[in-house]
Each structure stands twice: as C-alpha cells, then as structure tokens.
C-alpha cells in the first residue's frame, strides 16, 4: 500500500494529523485506551506522526492503558526500529523502554541495557533525576533472581527507505531531542 495524499480526511495531512493528536490527547484524558490507539494509528499513518517520538510514546500509553506493558515496549521498538532517525528520538524511546521494562515488568536486568546504553544520550527533557534511576536499576538487576527476559532486546535501526511510502511524509520540522508536543499529558505513564 502507498500512502495517497488525496484519501487524507480534509486533504491537510497537517490539519489531520493535529486533530488525530488532539483526540488521542483526548482519550488520554479519558483513560481510553482504544480512542488513544485508534487516533495515533491515524496519526501515524495520515498526519505525518510516523516520524516524530509522540505517536510512539502514545502507542505505548495505549498499551499501559490496556494493561499490556510488552505490547507498549513493542509500540516503542517501532519507532526505534524504522521511523526514529535522530539519536536524541531514539535514545529517548530506549530510556523510556528502560523504565517500563523495569516498573512494569519488573525486570531490572533487561532494563539495565535500555538504561546504560541511552543515559549519555538523553535529550535535556528526561535528564532530570537519570542517575537516580540509573543507579535504582544497577542495585535492583544485581539482586534480581529472575533468569528470562522479559522482553526482546532492542531492536537496532534499520531506518525507513523500505516503508516511507506508507505513512505521510513528516509535517513539522522540529529538532532531535526536543521535547515531545504530548509529553506533559503522558508523563504520568512513565514514571513510578
């Protein structure tokens, strides 16, 4: 399938992809686990969302929603995995990966890889209290008795000249690293 700019609902991919996020900020709100997804797949796929952290952040809030941290590590890894080209995105999406994989699922010794390997790469937005949170997850993975992973390791880059023509093509023009548009509505989701 190739993405058709003229079945963008409003022919704006802009203008769509705004409402898509405000309605999903909206389930947010609401709890609503299937309007965030609902709402963030279209955003992704007709609003330009692909290419910016937010969709994949609001991916994986629809997972913790629905109760389902390893689908929201799985939401994150698309994102690291094709869309994410900036090393500041990524390593935002590994830290974030790192936390949910040690809080939600209560495994500080795959945590720790998501954590040490993206900490000298955070973005200013998720640097506040790192050390703390890296040093928790140090002291919790050597006392940890648990043996299997509980997800996959990180996926590596592979970038997006295979699926590009899928999605709408990027709308803003924003830095590597900036903070996410959503993130004061999702924060919440990712701290425990």
């Not at 994410?84 to 790192?98: H, I, N, P, S, Y």
Request: proline share 6%.
């Amino acid at each position: 399938m190739t993405f058709d700019p003229a079945k963008v609902p409003g022919g704006d991919v802009s203008l769509w992809g705004a409402d898509c996020r405000a309605k999903a900020l909206e389930g947010v709100a609401a709890a609503d686990w299937r309007d965030v997804y609902d709402w963030t797949k279209s955003w992704i796929g007709w609003g330009g969302g692909a290419w910016i952290p937010d969709t994949w952040l609001l991916y994986a809030v629809s997972a913790l929603l629905d109760g389902k941290p390893r689908n929201a590590v799985h939401s994150l890894d698309l994102g690291l995995r094709v869309w994410l080209a900036g090393e500041k995105d990524r390593a935002a999406l590994t830290w974030l990966r790192g936390q949910i994989v040690m809080d939600r699922l209560a495994d500080p010794k795959s945590a720790l890889l998501d954590l040490e390997d993206s900490v000298d790469m955070l973005p200013t937005w998720l640097q506040s209290g790192a050390a703390d949170r890296l040093k928790r997850c140090r002291d919790e993975a050597a006392k940890s008795r648990k043996r299997v992973p509980s997800v996959n390791p990180r996926p590596a880059f592979v970038g997006s000249e295979d699926s590009q023509d899928v999605v709408a093509p990027a709308v803003t023009d924003r830095a590597d690293g900036s903070e996410p548009e959503t993130w004061t509505q999702i924060e919440a989701y990712f701290q425990m």
